[in-house]
C-alpha cells in the first residue's frame, strides 16, 4: 500500500505526519511518499525508522518489502543490506538516507528533506 501526502498537511517543527501507530505492522515496512520523496517506514516493537525507499544499486522502490534482519533491511530485490537506524551499508558505506522520526500522540512524524543533485 502507498499512501501520498502533501508537506502542507501536518507539520510540525519541520516533521511531516506520516500516519498513525496503528496503521503499521510489527516488523513489517509501509511505503509513502511525501513531496515526491519515497520513504519507507518500519516499526521494530517501539521503535520506528524512515529511510529511502530506493535501492541504490538498480533505483528499485520496494525497501518497504525487504527483509528485517539483525537491525537491517535486506533489499527484496537485489540483497543488499542498510542498516535501519543511519541507512548506511553494514561496512559503514553509504546508502540509504535516513529520517528523524518521532511519536506524537500515537502519530508517526518524520523529518522529510529533498536530496536534489545538480548538474
Not at 15 to 37: A, H, K, M, P, Q
Amino acid at each position: 500500500m502507498t499512501s501520498s501526502i502533501n508537506s502542507d498537511r501536518e507539520n510540525i517543527d519541520g516533521f511531516t505526519r506520516i500516519c498513525s501507530l496503528e496503521e503499521l505492522r510489527n516488523y513489517g515496512g509501509r511505503r509513502f511518499i511525501i513531496d515526491e520523496v519515497e520513504i519507507a517506514i518500519f516499526k521494530i516493537e517501539d521503535n520506528i525508522y524512515a529511510l529511502s525507499n530506493t535501492c541504490p544499486h538498480q533505483q528499485t522502490k520496494m525497501i518497504y518489502e525487504g527483509i528485517i534482519e539483525n537491525g537491517c533491511i535486506i533489499c527484496p530485490v537485489h540483497g543488499w543490506m542498510f542498516d535501519l537506524k543511519t541507512g548506511n551499508t553494514p561496512g559503514g558505506g553509504r546508502g540509504l538516507n535516513s529520517y528523524e522520526t518521532k511519536i506524537i500522540n500515537s502519530d508517526v512524524y518524520a523529518k522529510i528533506s529533498r536530496t536534489e543533485i545538480k548538474w
